[in-house]
């Protein structure tokens, strides 16, 4: 493996006697989350017999090259060059498993869509009640077997809108410009609905609500069994030698790259307080893989000339630790390690730990800085350093003390997290800090309220006891009420919470450890827990995937906001993942935001729902569409008449596309509401909506259709009688081809010979029936484009108004117009004005009817959701590889077939 190999295609394990440093050369493609340079080190020496992944346990990705990452150095054990073993290619590789994922999305079963198909089954079965009533009339009337049967499969094309999952797919479009807009990407549209139905949010606290850099506040020194005062750091001033030194410039990860110290920014920060240098070993003999680092010139006064990193046991999340083993020059070996305080503790001595520990640290992470212990042992002289195993290395160690990190928060956070809270979402806190720092922060970001009561929740299983135990406490009064053995915990599950919290809102809190022990134990507790859980600190990465699914299981619609790759799996399992970063996170996460502030999250959701409640319209005005053009289909063959073809693509193109087209163009409402929209198109609130609108718009044509007939003005076989009266010139005119026909489109005879006309549908009927409802379907539209308080108001759609106009007028010049060349081409006839002015009238009571039965049901409920739980969104789990939807080109095949279709069997009508 030499130094600038990129292995992009298979996956490598490192055997004994390697190691090696890389950085990936395309950081979104790096599935382990390695966007610095990270160390890479071989199998740890083991004679049994069980395969290497167990016996690494959590830390085996520390021993593979995923592939798509580029080698930057490699060093074999002195002997030989470094070398690997392929482990697997291709597709079965992480890379290739995650692209995989891109490619075929697990599908997420939103109840939107599978509601969509319910309501599409039944629309086939309207359809079917269409053709029924087709074939009775049709045959009745002696028409040929053929005619009847395509007279009845074009009722399925009018009745089943074959644009309605375009409908509900332009919504999503739509809301993904803007989203583009304003630096949030998408590679899961289909997730956009999902969001804004978001009742709860994990967020992550480094990096996240916090800011992503740390600074050095001060050096905490434990002597004999206390603690020394604070050493803070002053800007310039060099860290004075001593063991805490020694580890501060030794016990890190970071490389040298192309002449700069590269490495995580914990680290980096840590070093660079030191003064000290990085070079790398010149030598030949013991010393030719190790790292060299140096005094610089405005470094400390050291009795010595430097150190040779020897051997790394590198820091993972699951261990919450790193030690090294280095060499003084021309000295003693030593061992020193740093990471999590609770966890270094249990690797030094009893009697170097102050009995001052857990007060110590609780008074430095109380005040939110985030804490790291440092500990060192010297190893005896002859002892091989190379021979040494993690396990002989971590032990009998001697406690240094505390390194104080700061953390500011964010300044955008607070106000983020109030912006929630007062839309009812609730907000969580899931890092892999200590508790103690969770807590302070959480309080600073208001997640935890004043007033409000904290309990730290901590639970434990004995090694050899088969009854775990839990204890609670009051983390402002210290008050500890301990369960364990049957009966206790049995109390705690009919009790949940202690006792004595009175009203006071309380918040639990917990460790990773903690709820891995309730998880197994205490299972039945865990719902009542996570209810009011707020804070989970010392969270590996698994743990967080499995508390988002756990989120899941009661029903929350949950929602993930982090920015490291210890957050990619539960990026991957929430609902809506959002990453902050561009690099690992962003590829296991739907949502990627460009500027790493969680104001997006927020502003996700409020696109969410806009886009939610968009869906809504458009279904609803599609579903209407066709059933308002089924009807007047239906009452058209009554009398085997049907719309002609320039009717139907006036209503398909000119109305129909142009508002599927424009009506979704409604931007996000800006402010949330503590309410969310109805998350089911079978809602009884959007049932009925339809339902009612239906009735009136079937109450309208039958009007229309039955008192058109009983006009005095009305002749069946007289297409003229209702204009001769007023235009006389007409009379004594040639009548436009078709005008003097019948009610059917009849065949005329001049001069004695027969002559079969072009065949026309104009009647009084056809006419009335038509312009009710080509003008319904632009009332309809109107009704169904919802404002607030999801998105902005109707007239802000500037397109939207603009479209809506036009076609009103082109209808009502239609209705007011009697140009005979017009009327013939859209095969139309003349009525008296007195009879337009009626049909006007009779549309303005119909929207009017409409426009005040849907205000009052969106004023007296719709069926929006709190920010409570809500009903379960089930993901299907597995398997196969679906293949990805494509509406829009479904969409631009089927409607202009559709049309087709209807012009074509629209000329087949005879009598």
């Known amino acids: ?475 402002e009064e210290s008050k500890i009420d301990r369960c364990s053995g049957p009966e206790d915990r049995h109390s705690a599950l009919g009790g949940g919470p202690p006792s004595g919290l009175g009203s006071s809102p309380f918040h639990f809190c917990m460790s990773g450890s903690s709820y891995e022990v309730i998880t197994q134990s205490f299972g039945h507790l865990l719902p009542k827990l996570l209810l009011n859980g707020t804070v989970f600190a010392r969270m590996s990465p698994a743990q967080k995937a499995s508390l988002v699914q756990e989120f899941q299981k009661m029903d929350y619609f949950v929602g993930m906001c982090g920015d490291g790759a210890n957050d990619c799996g539960a990026l991957k399992v929430a609902h809506a993942g959002i990453s902050l970063s561009e690099q690992e996170a962003s590829v296991a996460s739907p949502f990627t935001s460009r500027t790493p502030s969680v104001e997006c999250v927020p502003e996700l959701i409020r696109q969410g729902r806009a886009a939610l409640v968009t869906s809504f319209c458009m279904f609803k005005y599609m579903a209407l569409y066709s059933i308002i053009q089924y009807l007047g289909i239906l009452l058209l063959y009554w009398q085997l008449n049907t719309f002609g073809n320039y009717q139907f693509l006036f209503q398909d193109l000119a109305i129909t596309t142009l508002i599927g087209m424009t009506m979704s163009l409604n931007g996000a409402y800006p402010k949330l509401v503590p309410f969310r929209p109805a998350a089911r198109l079978t809602s009884p609130p959007l049932l009925l909506s339809v339902a009612l609108n239906i009735l009136f718009s079937l109450a309208l044509q039958v009007c229309g259709f039955v008192l058109v007939q009983k006009q005095p003005w009305y002749s069946a076989d007289d297409l003229l009688s209702a204009c001769a009266p007023r235009n006389t010139s007409l009379m004594g005119s040639p009548a436009p081809t078709g005008l003097s026909q019948g009610v059917h489109g009849m065949r005329n005879s001049t001069g004695g010979e027969e002559k079969e006309e072009e065949e026309s549908y104009q009647s009084y009927e056809n006419t009335t029936v038509w312009l009710l409802s080509t003008i319904n379907c632009l009332l309809v539209a109107v009704v169904f484009s919802k404002g607030k308080p999801f998105r902005q108001p109707v007239h802000k759609n500037y397109v939207f108004v603009f479209v809506l106009v036009v076609q009103l007028a082109v209808c009502l010049f239609f209705l007011f117009a009697s140009l005979d060349e017009l009327y013939a081409r859209m095969e139309l006839v003349c009525t008296p004005s007195t009879w337009r002015i009626a049909l006007l009238v009779m549309l303005m009571v119909t929207f009017a009817v409409s426009f005040t039965v849907e205000v009052s049901r969106g004023l007296f409920g719709e069926g929006g959701l709190s920010g409570g739980q809500t009903g379960q969104e089930d993901s299907a789990s597995g398997g196969g590889r679906p293949e990805p939807s494509r509406p829009m080109i479904t969409e631009g095949i089927l409607r202009p077939l559709s049309c087709l279709i209807r012009v074509h069997k629209a000329a087949d009508i005879k009598t």
């Open 1 to 475: 493996m030499p130094p600038g190999h990129c292995p992009a295609c298979p996956e490598r394990v490192l055997p004994q006697g390697t190691e090696s440093r890389f950085a990936p050369s395309s950081p979104v493609w790096s599935p382990p989350g390695e966007s610095i340079p990270v160390t890479k080190t071989c199998l740890p020496r083991d004679n049994g017999q069980q395969p290497w992944q167990a016996s690494c346990a959590d830390d085996y990705r520390r021993h593979v090259l995923f592939c798509g990452t580029q080698i930057i150095q490699a060093k074999g054990d002195g002997r030989e060059p470094a070398k690997a073993v392929v482990l697997r290619t291709g597709f079965n590789t992480a890379k290739g498993d995650l692209v995989r994922s891109i490619l075929y999305p697990k599908p997420m079963n939103f109840r939107l869509y599978r509601d969509a198909i319910r309501f599409l089954m039944f629309l086939i079965g309207i359809a079917g009640i269409g053709m029924v009533y087709t074939v009775c009339v049709f045959a009745l009337n002696g028409e040929a077997a053929g005619e009847v049967v395509k007279k009845a499969l074009d009722v399925i094309t009018i009745a089943v809108p074959p644009a309605l999952p375009a409908a509900l797919t332009s919504g999503i479009i739509y809301t993904q410009r803007r989203l583009k807009r304003k630096g949030i990407f998408c590679i899961s549209p289909q997730r956009i609905n999902v969001c804004g139905q978001l009742n709860l949010i994990c967020f992550d606290k480094t990096g996240t609500l916090t800011e992503d850099g740390l600074d050095l506040w001060g050096l905490v020194l434990a002597k004999g069994q206390s603690f020394q005062n604070a050493c803070s750091f002053s800007p310039g001033s060099p860290v004075p030698w001593g063991p805490a030194c020694g580890a501060m410039v030794s016990c890190h990860s970071l490389v040298l790259l192309d002449g700069q110290v590269q490495g995580d920014p914990l680290d980096l920060k840590m070093f660079e307080a030191t003064h000290w240098e990085i070079e790398e070993s010149k030598d030949d003999g013991e010393l030719a893989c190790a790292m060299i680092v140096k005094p610089g010139p405005k470094a400390s006064h050291a009795p010595i000339r430097g150190m040779a990193i020897l051997h790394q046991f590198p820091f993972s999340s699951a261990l919450q630790r790193m030690s090294v083993i280095v060499q003084e020059f021309s000295g003693d070996h030593h061992i020193f390690m740093k990471g999590a305080p609770e966890r270094v503790t249990h690797f030094c001595h009893p009697n170097s730990v102050p009995p001052s520990f857990t007060s110590q640290l609780q008074f430095y992470t109380s005040r939110g800085f985030r804490v790291i212990a440092l500990a060192h042992k010297t190893l005896p002289a002859g002892m091989p350093a190379a021979s040494l195993t993690r396990e002989d290395v971590e032990s009998n160690l001697t406690f240094l003390g505390f390194l104080i990190l700061e953390n500011r928060l964010k300044r955008e956070t607070r106000p983020v997290l109030e912006e929630l809270t007062a839309a009812r979402i609730r907000n969580v806190m899931v890092t892999g800090d200590n508790i103690q720092t969770a807590i302070t922060v959480a309080r600073e970001a208001g997640m935890i309220l004043p007033g409000s009561r904290v309990i730290l929740v901590e639970a434990s299983a004995q090694v050899g006891r088969p009854l775990a135990s839990i204890t609670w406490k009051l983390v």
